[in-house]
């Protein structure tokens, strides 16, 4: 006897409709699962069968039957355990124990062996692939169902046991479908640095504001102590909440990596990452096999912070270049190709020196110039080139130590970078960005014009080699920020020449 109900799998951040058919006959004891299941789920027989048996069901272990699986398509490899509950329903309905309808229902579900359901990994992507393929109804862990829950037109059915889903499934019971109330997860985190409460740098402070108001990548170069990190750090506090479509977009990321909590299904604010030196390419951009988000996909619609910029591998430096141009990451593995986003904003900081104190009055450099040279060569005239901001960060004297910055506290920072993002969605309403770091040459050739004074400047620097093709756009993008923070329509010669500072890097 046959039967058929429908699963998923997920592919990169995304789900894939799979269909679960069993055919069952007399025989041989016999379970076999085909159409490129790993070894998690090769061992679905034993979780399934011990399962089947604690919900008060006859195993397959215990009968003269032959069960042969199939999970199709079958050119795609199935991991995990999240067919466990399909399985085990599709079993149970081609020996008739049960009797349901199928039609328009999709199944995801690890069994443990006393028939308890446990959480699974991605739940959102499953309910969007779900909503998406035409499924109406979603039935998975009672854990996933507050995050399934966000995507509406669709129900989803959180049950805790096999014997729940059937007893449902039977109409046995009655299970009110799961109803996440977004605005219970909207509010303002808690940031463990206020921009104000650092001493000093306003040039810094500034750089920041910027970063902030268009997402544009920033180094800040100085001695060590001088508060680079502590300022990165503070950079979350200024950041405009995300959107809902964003914060699904990110949430996505966070399910599938497991890196959600139960109490919060929802992410609501920018991520921050901020990787050791020591990680490896595939640590920070994504791979494995099979594939797996990285660092960079983590830190997609927020923060990617390097600290120790170059004591990166040169080799993982170098694969940034690609994401931080395009705004998503290929990844190549064998059988596998993935495009994951990773839309971000580098934050990096870095010491002008091995020993951190080369061009400090106060303090000898004990470095040889080879020592520096390789320092610096560590940091590629591409990648450099793909940095907006420069920043110097020295060291601060007392008279700023025992002052309070009040004007330039996160909050009043974040209401004006709140309402540069507010003239840079209405410039781009028609458009399919939202920011001015997003902007392609015909928009940047749109949006950003110039005087005649401003023009002359640009050739001053482009014409003595200061500034390369990709560096002359990128001024272009950044001085729209400045002049939108100074709520300027055009940008004007002040707005330019503030940016072209920030692209003076003689301390790297």
């Keep these: 006897m046959t039967s058929r109900v429908f699963s998923a799998a997920l592919v990169g951040l995304d789900a894939q409709t799979i269909e679960v058919e069993i055919d069952t006959s007399y025989g041989l004891r016999y379970f076999e699962i085909v159409g490129l299941p790993d070894k998690s789920v090769q061992e679905a027989r034993e979780r399934v069968g011990a399962a089947i048996e604690s919900s008060g069901f006859k195993s397959p272990h215990h009968k003269s039957v032959r069960v042969l699986v199939s999970l199709a398509p079958a050119d795609i490899k199935k991991e995990g355990s999240a067919y466990d509950l399909p399985i085990a329903l599709a079993f149970l309905l081609a020996e008739k124990n049960i009797s349901f309808d199928v039609k328009n229902k999709i199944f995801i ?13 991605g739940a959102i992507s499953f309910a969007l692939s779900a909503k998406k393929n035409g499924f109406s109804e979603l039935i998975l862990p ?74 544009h990548n920033l180094l800040m170069v100085g001695p060590p102590g001088t508060g680079k990190t502590l300022l990165a750090k503070a950079l979350p506090s200024i950041l405009p909440s995300l959107s809902f479509e964003e914060s699904l977009d990110v949430t ?5 990596a497991g890196l959600l909590e139960e ?8 991520p921050f990452r901020a990787p050791h030196h020591s990680s490896s390419e595939a640590a920070l951009i994504g791979g494995g096999n099979p594939p797996r ?48 986003p990773a839309r971000f904003t580098l934050v990096a900081a870095s010491n002008p020196c091995p020993c951190g104190h080369k061009g400090d009055p106060d303090k000898r450099c004990e470095c040889t110039s080879s020592q520096i040279n390789k320092y610096k ?16 960060v020295p060291a601060v004297k007392y008279e700023k130590l025992v002052s309070l910055d009040e004007e330039n506290s996160s909050f009043n ?51 003595s080699g200061k500034l390369s093709a990709r560096g002359y756009f990128r001024v272009l993008k950044t001085a729209r920020t400045v002049a939108d923070l100074d709520d300027s329509k055009n940008i004007l010669y002040q707005h330019l020449s503030e940016t072209l500072t920030y692209r003076i890097r003689d301390e790297i």
């Design 109 to 121: 579900g690890e069994l443990a062996l006393d028939g308890r359901l446990r959480p699974i990994k």
């Design 263 to 270: 109490n919060m299904p929802l992410i609501n604010f920018r």
């Design 413 to 463: 920072v974040r209401k004006r970078v709140e309402k540069a993002r507010k003239i840079q969605e209405e410039r781009f309403k028609d458009e399919k960005i939202s920011i001015n770091s997003e902007m392609e040459i015909s928009q940047i050739k749109k949006y950003c014009q110039v005087d005649m004074a401003s023009k002359n400047l640009l050739r001053k620097y482009v014409d």
């Design 293 to 340: 988000p990285g660092e960079i996909t983590l830190a997609h619609r927020g923060i990617l912070f390097l600290d120790e910029f170059p004591e990166f591998h040169r080799d993982v430096l170098e694969s940034l270049r690609q994401p931080i141009e395009e705004g998503s990451i290929n990844i190549l593995r064998a059988k596998h190709f993935l495009k994951l």
């Design 252 to 256: 996505k990321i966070y399910s599938v």
């Design 142 to 215: 009672k854990q996933n169902a507050r995050e399934a829950g966000l995507v509406k037109e669709i129900r989803v059915i959180g049950v805790e046991t096999l014997k729940e889903a059937i007893d449902y499934l039977e109409r046995n019971i009655t299970i009110e479908p799961q109803q996440t109330k977004i605005d219970d997860f909207i509010g303002s985190p808690e940031y463990s640095v206020d921009l104000g409460h650092i001493k000093g740098q306003e040039t810094a402070k500034r750089a920041l504001e910027i970063s902030a108001a268009g997402a």
């Design 377 to 392: 060569r560590k940091l590629s005239g591409p990648l450099m080139d793909r940095i907006d901001i420069f920043i110097p």
